[in-house]
């Protein structure tokens, strides 16, 4: 029964969340609506087991992308203008609740089933959590794992090029001027 | 027991919530934001799969995915600083050097 009503709780206020992120005219609410989201998609990942992930989700997510977004929307201070949305928006928002009305009923229809792995809630609870993801990553995703750290260093690099505040020689103006 | 496809359909609409501000926005960084929202979808999806089938892989694909978001962040938050730098828009539909 607690197990309906947590995810009952956290299912509602992410999925508000979310339409309040794209919904309203502010950017700086618009990213305090997604800190939300972010923050109940956590609490969702801990009734799916998934402690390591919760902490990640709030450490990573919550707290270091989200505040580089708050940074930025800060940093540039954009206007809020009249016409925020797109022009077609009423079309995109019927192709979109469409899509969706369809999916929906797909999903419910689904059987859903497969092949089950070892690592019950049983197995995972004797080392802890933490423990069982890793091992799981240095042993069976260590490829992956650096191969993402290449991707984050190839990250970082390329957005410190771009921000970087062009010095140097002042190029030769090339059109004749008067 | 919570049924499996409870989290499938939450993530489905998540995911449709994230796509349609992508389309109807014309802020950068609302956009940006609502690209967020489609990769936490994906996450609810993959750890609830993996929690319902016993397995690790799911949570694995999440904490990638985590990072490949962080990395998208940083790119993304660069790429409109220099937009805004130079004075080339304020809005997406306004960049259009590219346009065919």
């Given amino acids: 029964m607690m197990m309906y009503v947590l995810f009952g709780y956290f299912a509602t206020v992410s999925i508000l969340s979310g339409i309040f992120t794209i919904a309203l005219k502010n950017p700086v609410h618009c990213g305090l609506s997604l800190l939300s989201l972010l923050l109940h998609v956590a609490g969702l990942f801990v009734l799916l087991n998934a402690e390591f992930l919760f902490a990640v989700q709030i450490i990573v997510y919550a707290g270091a992308i989200l505040v580089l977004y708050l940074f930025v929307l800060m940093l540039l201070s954009l206007k809020t203008e009249e016409q925020y949305l797109h022009k077609k928006y009423p079309f995109f928002l019927f192709a979109g609740v469409a899509i969706l009305a369809e999916l929906l009923i797909l999903v419910f229809q689904t059987p859903y089933g497969g092949a089950k792995g070892t690592a019950t809630p049983e197995v995972v609870l004797q080392t802890g959590p933490s423990h069982a993801v890793g091992i799981t990553m240095f042993s069976d995703y260590l490829l992956l794992f650096e191969i993402v750290g290449v991707f984050l260093l190839g990250a970082i690099i390329g957005a410190i090029v771009l921000a970087k505040t062009p010095t140097g020689p002042v190029p030769e103006p090339t059109g004749q001027r008067e | ?100």
């Fill in chain 2, 1 to 100: 027991m919570i049924p499996l496809s409870a989290y499938v359909a939450l993530s489905f609409i998540l995911f449709m919530t994230g796509l349609l501000g992508v389309l109807i926005r014309r802020n950068f960084i609302i956009v940006l934001m609502s690209v967020e929202i489609m990769l936490n979808a994906a996450n609810i999806n993959l750890v609830a799969f993996s929690h319902y089938l016993s397995s690790m892989a799911g949570q694995m694909a999440a904490l990638f995915v985590i990072a490949i978001a962080a990395g998208e962040a940083a790119v993304g938050l660069a790429i409109i600083i220099v937009v805004f730098r130079g004075k080339i828009a304020t809005n997406v539909d306004q960049i259009n050097l590219l346009k065919w």
